[in-house]
């Protein structure tokens, strides 16, 4: 049996609604861990060269990860233990948890060193034959 023309705008409503439904989802899971540090990567000869900005994050704090074909950053910037009662005139650090999940170039890669430098987290990864 044919479809009306309404039928099928309906049809074509629900699929647009469906579609932002889903873009919200995933704009909304990328952000559930908090923040994104911002990244530099640069490609050498021997494999890749991951600059992270984080300052204030202790090392201790931190995790990265390889694995699936994406590197993985996470960890958590603490809100500062102030000593004594404050007045807040600007924060523009993000503080809490934050995840970073970067995909790689095509290859394996292995992390063979990782630095913490002027507040940047520096990782240096190994492109596996």
């Known amino acids: 049996m044919p479809r009306s023309g309404l039928d099928l705008r309906w049809l074509e409503a629900l699929t647009v609604f469906a579609r932002i439904e889903r873009r919200q989802r995933e704009v909304f899971q990328l952000t559930a861990s908090g923040w994104e540090p911002p990244i530099d990567v640069f490609e050498t000869q021997t494999g890749l060269l991951v600059t992270v900005a984080l300052p204030g994050v202790r090392p201790s704090e931190m ?42 170039p095509h290859g394996a890669y292995q992390l063979i060193d990782q630095e913490h430098r002027d507040g940047c987290l520096v990782l240096t990864l190994k492109r596996l034959a």
């Open 63 to 104: 995790e990265t990860v390889i694995g699936n074909g994406e590197l993985t950053i996470r960890g958590l910037r603490r809100w500062p233990d102030l000593q004594e009662p404050s007045r807040v005139h600007r924060i523009e650090l993000p503080h809490g948890r934050f995840e970073r999940r970067l995909p790689l």
